[in-house]
């Protein structure tokens, strides 16, 4: 059973930084797409960053390239997501996801386990 927790979230201020983390025990950690998606209040659920098995290929959130940076390291089953220069729009509750399929890494039904997500709040 695969069991994504994430960590890191809190207060920042515009202009500041924050380091995600997303552990994933349970399951294999091989072969599979990892992503961290946000959702904001009132809004629908976004992607913001995928990474491969090897971690050769990643995909950003056209508004957030340059700013945010994913990474994964296999010998710990470990995603983080740095997050720089942050926004006050970058408000909202960050999901780790997991997913063992080809195709979109933005499609959002593709990916089978989700975290409990970590609040990010960037006031102004």
């Known amino acids: 059973q695969v069991q994504l927790v994430e960590s890191g979230g809190g207060l920042v201020q515009a202009g500041g930084s924050l380091r995600l983390s997303c552990a994933n025990s349970?399951?294999?950690?091989?072969?599979?797409?990892m992503a961290w998606f946000r959702q904001a209040p009132g809004k629908e659920r976004e992607f913001v960053a995928g990474?491969?098995?090897?971690?050769?290929?990643?995909y950003y959130a056209d508004s957030l390239k340059g700013r945010f940076t994913i990474s994964r390291d296999n010998a710990k089953n470990t995603v983080d997501l740095q997050m720089n220069s942050l926004k006050p729009e970058d408000t909202a509750i960050y999901y780790c996801?997991?997913?063992?399929?080809?195709?979109?890494?933005?499609?959002?039904?593709?990916?089978?386990?989700w975290g409990q997500g970590t609040q990010v709040t960037v006031s102004s």
């Open positions: 990474i491969n098995w090897s971690g050769s290929t990643t």
């Open positions: 349970g399951g294999t950690f091989s072969n599979n797409v």
């Open positions: 996801a997991v997913k063992y399929t080809s195709g979109s890494y933005y499609y959002i039904p593709a990916y089978g386990y």
